[in-house]
C-alpha cells in the first residue's frame, strides 16, 4: 500500500511537469505555455488523471469485491505509453546499434511479462 501511494504521488507529479514541458510542433519546439497546457489538455491528460486517481481504494470504502477492484487498477496501464516515448527519444538520439537495442527491449519484456504471470 505504501508503495501505491509512492507511485501514485510520482505519477501526479509527472502531470505537474509535463504541463510544463515543450514539445515538438510541426518541426518546431513550442514553449508557449498555454499552448503546451492545451496540448497536453487534448492529447493525454485524461489517461494521466485516469491512471493517477486512486478508483480502488474508493472503491474499497464502498464494500465493493476485490475482483471489480482489481479491474478498475487496469487503468494504471494507461501511463504506459511514457516509457515508449522515453525510447523513441532514446533511439533517435543515441547511437546504440539496433541489435542491442532489440536485446534491450525484448529483455525489458520479459520481465514485465514474467511480473503479470507471478
Known sequence: MPIDITFQIIMAIDIIFTLKTAFNKKFEITIDMKEVMIDYMDTRFFFDILSVLPLDY?????????????????????????????????RKHSNVKIALFTLFLLSVLFVVISHLMG
Open 58 to 90: 474508493f472503491l474499497l470504502i464502498f464494500g465493493v469485491d476485490q475482483q471489480t477492484i482489481a479491474w478498475v487498477r487496469v487503468f494504471r496501464i494507461l501511463k504506459l505509453y511514457k516509457p515508449f516515448d522515453y525510447i523513441k527519444i532514446w
